[in-house]
């Protein structure tokens, strides 16, 4: 399979996947000939941001400091901000500076209304093409993962979840966490595949070998995601780019049949 070829939306995002569709320097370092592990983020990824889903998880955050440390939610989202990027994660930040218990907080930040996330039978259908195994790997807990999962209708094609918590709460992008979730999920890192919306989250894949694909989200809280908009290509460690994974998954799928 080689990368896809189909159309963006205008702005960054489709600006990337039309780079990706030209056989840029990126796109055409690695393909996915010898991909068998499909491995993919959950929020904002596998669901679009659009639906404003993980902006709840955000400020849950935010109110979650704001209550363990008795201060006004302003300061409690300047806090959560720098600990996420300072640390990685917000959660990094709490255990190693306010040592809390992480499922706690992993409950009350995703006790979540999913009612804006609908059904995705498109996505369903594109992740059922896909030849091999399927895994969400996500920086959140394995119940939040299971309910946007099932929610999207995507979660019995799912072979299994690697959560924060099976990762010894080490969090992406620290590439001991990657070590840990391939060596759990024994995944072969040359034949698998990483999606992903937080551009540093793909580094370490890179490095392991996998095939890296950026999802573009309009929900860009980090730096790193906001260098985004000053990329003239693909950087060495993202392969492919795309604004509609749907759209992208469907297209390899249509290439391989
Ligand atoms: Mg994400």
Known sequence: MSAPRHDGRDGVGGTLAAQSAAGDEGASRRGFDSTRVWIFDLDNTL??????????????????????????????????????????????????????????????????????????????????????????????SRRHAERVAEKLGVLHLMEDICDIAACDFIAKPSPDAFKRMVERHGVPAREAAMFEDMPHNLEAPHTLGMTTVLVHSDYMDHPAQQKIRTWRKLPEHIHHATDDLTAFLAALSAENS
Not at 73 to 98: C, F, P, S, V
């Open 47 to 140: 669901y679009p941001s659009a639906c404003n889903l993980f902006a709840e998880v955000d400020w849950r955050m935010a109110s979650f400091i704001a209550e363990l440390l008795s201060i006004p939610l302003e300061h409690a989202r300047y806090l959560q901000k720098r600990y996420y990027h300072d640390y990685g994660t917000t959660l990094t930040g709490l255990i190693k500076l306010h040592k809390i218990d992480p499922h706690r907080f992993l409950e009350y930040v995703h006790d979540i209304d999913l009612t804006p996330l609908t059904e995705a039978p498109d996505l369903a259908r594109s992740l059922a093409a896909l030849p091999g195994r399927r895994i969400i790997y996500t920086n959140g």
